[in-house]
């Protein structure tokens, strides 16, 4: 008796522990039973989408943009309404989502980079200098997609880039981990002669041809499609960044815009040049949202409807991940033209406050509840410590993620911000944006309030040196709105918030060692200490040492960089930033790196100004005149 029920011991035990092991474990987000195979990823990138641009968001007044696809996709998974992406502009956020390291940190933090410091325009009008920042995320970083990569799965880039100095400069997608890649523009590709010309049609010859449907021909998307249809048999993650809805604003299906300008009340245009009707009343945006729409709703259609080969009798879409979201915010227009409106959010692309961070974000995929609705905060940051912990994939060995894992929440509870743990196991509620650019901004969110940090406020009675708003109310565990609209400034109302959120924003600039834009000497306008700024008087070299003696005229020298490129006079002509030396007797020294060809140096004295030297001239007269920086800097002989 006794040994028989040993056996019986033994065997429930036993049968027990295999349960347990074939079974979901939200605790370690491993996916659920063992005859599951290794989940796929699709990571939908779109370009400039605004938060208010899909119907799913509507919040104050509806969006006359039609996205059904993308309104019934948010069914099937969880929405976020609290989103962001890493920094308000383009390449920045590719960069960090790929790589995982925050633009601040990365000094990755505006779109090109990679030049000399300098105005864009205005020598002696412009205040403001934005500090160098590379042009490129670095080859031999440890993307995504190079980890998957390594872990077998067959990984695959399609549409837009942008992680480089140029679109096509090198590192490209199959130098940072993807098999397969393809960059065709498809639909995006401008008309011409303008855009109230060159509309798609039903001819056989036409490399648009309207479909069945009457959406013309986008080829970035029968690109997405391919690489699933061919490589589903392998555990697969698709990068698909869609050129839409990024500028050029126009729609080659002409049904699409005289259907949005009845819609509108308005009349067709007759001027192709410019839009400027203001709110979400362009007929061309409004087409190329739905067309977004359209597109991307084939690629959720095939993953509903196509069986599994690894997982037979089951679709693509039970063992899929899809993630949906946009690289920042909307892009509300240029001169010229209003592309849409982000209200109730204040600004948009380029600018840190919410207009130009907030965006849309869906989750989907195995083990996730459907139909839920989030107000968890969570940056496209998080995407890349999410996607390891949701396949069972191990972070590298000494790689740093700024984001956090959201796989528990995802499983578990997504309207729970408690299971989102910061580095120390704590709640996360903090979240900051740095962008010395344009808007010259940095931000910093702590659970409710939003703190802003302006750099151009100095003789510039527009700005101040610091925004505080408070978003939400929390304080009874629902995220009630209280001014997502960033128009109640309270940072001389609570001041001793203020002032602790902007040291914690310091402490973690400081950390990530993070550039700031310095004051330009040569503004002509009234500005304290503009006379005191130091003077390069000389340079010399020897044995692959620069030497310069400098001049101080009543400010102190604080911080000199060497910047310096290996390319000097190539098409992608790439700079790159050095600490140099400050040494006694008002001597700068630097190393130069190998390879040199051409250099500068700047220095920043005690009260911010930036010195170049040899002075470089305006990114606009640059493009003006086709030169490049290595012919007015020094040469590396």
């Not at 349960?19 to 987000?29: D, E, G, L, P, W």
């Not at 990984?155 to 130098?175: C, L, R, S």
């Not at 196991?425 to 010259?440: A, D, K, Q, V």
């Not at 402490?507 to 004051?519: C, D, G, H, Q, V």
Request: net charge neutral; charged share 25%.
């Amino acid at each position: 008796m006794k040994t028989h029920y040993k056996n019986q011991l033994t065997l429930f035990l036993l049968s027990a522990l295999l349960f347990s092991c074939n079974t979901q474990k939200v605790a370690n987000n491993k996916t659920q039973s063992t005859d599951r195979p290794e989940p796929n990823v699709v990571l939908l990138l779109t370009d400039d989408l605004g938060w208010q641009d899909l119907k799913v968001y509507d919040i104050d007044e509806p969006s006359p943009y039609e996205t059904p696809n993308i309104d019934a996709f948010a069914k099937e998974g969880v929405q976020f309404w609290q989103a962001y992406s890493p920094a308000p502009t383009c390449a920045p956020s590719r960069c960090a989502i790929m790589s995982g390291n925050h633009p601040a940190r990365a000094q990755k933090t505006h779109v090109v980079g990679g030049g000399p410091p300098t105005v864009y325009a205005g020598k002696n009008s412009q205040r403001i200098i934005e500090p160098w920042y590379s042009g490129r995320m670095p080859e031999n970083e440890m993307t995504l997609a190079r980890v998957l990569q390594q872990k077998g799965y067959t990984t695959g880039h399609a549409g837009k880039w942008h992680m480089a100095i140029n679109h096509f400069a090198y590192p490209q997608p199959e130098d940072q981990g993807f098999n397969v890649t393809t960059h065709d523009r498809g639909v995006t590709s401008p008309q011409k002669p303008h855009r109230l010309t060159d509309f798609a049609t039903n001819k056989a010859s036409d490399p648009y041809r309207l479909d069945e449907k009457g959406f013309p021909f986008h080829l970035n998307n029968e690109n997405a499609l391919k690489f699933l249809k061919e490589n589903k048999q392998d555990p697969f993650f698709l990068y698909y960044a869609t050129f839409l809805v990024h500028a050029p604003i126009h729609t080659r299906s002409k049904a699409l815009l005289e259907k949005y300008c009845e819609k509108l009340g308005l009349e067709y245009p007759t001027d192709p040049s410019h839009w400027d009707v203001k709110g979400q009343n362009n007929p061309y945006y409004a087409a190329m949202v739905e067309m977004l729409d359209y597109y991307v709703g084939q690629v959720f259609d095939y993953l509903e409807t196509t069986d599994d080969p690894r997982w037979p009798g089951h679709k693509l879409s039970e063992n899929t991940y899809v993630i949906f979201t946009s690289d920042n915010g909307g892009m509300e227009g240029h001169p010229g033209e209003v592309f849409t409106d982000n209200y109730p959010l204040d600004k948009g692309k380029i600018n840190a406050k919410e207009g130009g961070t907030r965006v849309p974000l869906i989750i989907s995929g195995p083990g996730i509840k459907k139909g839920i609705q989030s107000d968890v905060v969570v940056n496209g940051l998080d995407f890349y410590p999410t996607i390891l912990s949701l396949l069972n994939v191990e972070k590298p060995e000494n790689k740093h993620l700024d984001g956090d894992d959201l796989s528990t929440l995802l499983l578990k509870d997504p309207t729970d911000s408690k299971l989102v743990l910061d580095k120390e196991g704590n709640e996360r509620n903090t979240m900051m944006w740095h962008f010395p650019h344009s808007s010259y901004q940095s931000t910093l969110r702590v659970g409710d309030y939003k703190i802003i940090r302006n750099y151009d406020y100095k003789n510039n009675p527009k700005t101040q040196e610091f925004e505080l708003y408070r978003l939400y109310d929390t304080s009874n565990g629902i995220a009630e709105r209280v001014d997502i609209e960033e128009a109640n400034n309270l940072a001389k109302v609570d001041t001793k918030r203020t002032k602790e959120m902007n040291d914690k924003l310091t402490s973690i600039l400081t950390e990530m060692k993070a550039s700031y834009p310095s004051y330009n000497p040569f503004y002509l306008k009234k500005m304290e200490h503009k006379e005191t700024v130091p003077t390069v008087i000389s340079e010399s070299k020897k044995k692959g040492k620069a030497t310069f003696k400098y001049k101080e005229n009543g400010a102190k020298v604080v911080k000199a960089n060497l910047i310096y490129t290996t390319n000097g006079g190539h098409k992608y002509e790439e700079w790159f930033k050095a600490d140099a030396k400050i040494e006694e007797d008002f001597t700068i020294t630097a190393v130069l790196p190998k390879g040199t060809t051409h250099y500068l140096i700047n220095l920043i004295d005690e009260h911010n100004f930036l010195v170049s030297y040899p002075e470089m001239p305006t990114k606009k007269s640059l493009k003006t005149e086709k030169k490049q920086y290595s012919k007015y800097a020094l040469k590396n002989n």
